[in-house]
């Protein structure tokens, strides 16, 4: 499933996490920490993932 996504959000881990560390090595954009993730973000919702920044925002319609 990984390989086919546009972004990873997490609510727990960190930058060496096993999620972190192979969407990394996909470069694949990743955000961790993001508390309450999947009660914010709801299933088919589109977002923006940012890993360089960090942030995580509905996208653009």
């Not at 694949?28 to 999947?38: E, L, N, S």
């Not at 993932?49 to 509905?58: K, L, R």
Request: no cysteine; proline share 3%.
């Amino acid at each position: 499933m990984l390989l086919t996504a546009g972004g990873l959000v997490m609510e727990m881990g960190g930058a060496n996490s096993h999620g972190a560390v192979v969407a990394r090595e996909y470069g694949i954009p990743a955000v961790v920490g993001i508390a309450d993730a999947t009660h914010r973000i709801t299933t088919g919702q589109t977002i923006t993932v940012d890993g360089a920044t960090g942030v995580v925002t509905p996208a653009a319609v």
